[in-house]
């Protein structure tokens, strides 16, 4: 009931293009501005629904529906501010970044293993006994993510300038994240949630930093 409320909110501020509600506000305002097409809003919002009642995607297809509407959208809906509604540019970009979307919520499933299974009973991937989680089915689902970030690291460099820096740290901040998990054994990632330490967050974000005022990103 309450997720149908908020929808309903979110509906009448974008037609109105004005909510008390801040959130809704400032959302309004970005989709109203760039034209952000409703299909990627109502993709994302599915998936959230999905989260209230659905606890494991079974098949390749729920799987790549739930990660397209909670993940791929928001990174669409980034470019398509990143770039000022430039949709040709928009279409250049964007494979790369819905993967990278993608791979950022795959790492996330991998890093929540333990919060997912035990808090929330939850498997997000397909095939696999994640409370049994082998090396053999961590290795896979670590070089699936390791393919979308390939593809993704293109694109990154073909943002506007002042999109790129903060882009590009998320997915540095991210490969680091994966290269942990990559390095962490499977029964262990199944008992504590991998992290990056803050000290290593600023030492990434200062060779970021770095590597985008050089332009060698």
Do not use: W
């Amino acid at each position: 009931a309450l997720f149908g409320q908020f929808k309903t909110d979110l509906y009448m501020a974008l037609a109105a293009r004005i909510s008390l509600n801040p959130v809704l506000n400032a959302f309004q305002h970005t989709v109203n501005r760039y034209d952000i097409p409703m299909d990627l809003v109502e993709a994302f919002l599915h998936s959230m629904e999905l989260d209230l009642t659905k606890k494991n995607y079974n098949t390749h297809a729920e799987y790549s529906e739930y990660i397209y509407g909670s993940a791929d959208v928001v990174g669409l809906m980034c470019l398509i501010v990143f770039v000022k509604g430039d949709m040709k540019k928009y279409e250049e970009l964007k494979q790369s970044a819905m993967r990278l979307g993608s791979a950022f919520q795959k790492v996330n499933f991998l890093r929540d293993l333990k919060a997912d299974c035990e808090q929330l009973d939850r498997s997000y991937f397909p095939n696999t006994d994640l409370r049994r989680l082998t090396e053999e089915s961590k290795k896979a689902i670590i070089q699936e993510i390791e393919d979308d970030f390939r593809a993704a690291v293109d694109g990154i460099r073909s943002l506007p300038i002042e999109a790129r820096l903060g882009v590009y740290t998320a997915y540095v901040y991210y490969r680091r994240l994966l290269s942990k998990l990559k390095n962490t054994p499977s029964t262990e990632i199944m008992n504590r949630r991998i992290r990056v330490p803050d000290h290593e967050k600023y030492g990434l974000f200062a060779q970021c930093y770095l590597s985008h005022k050089l332009n060698i990103i």
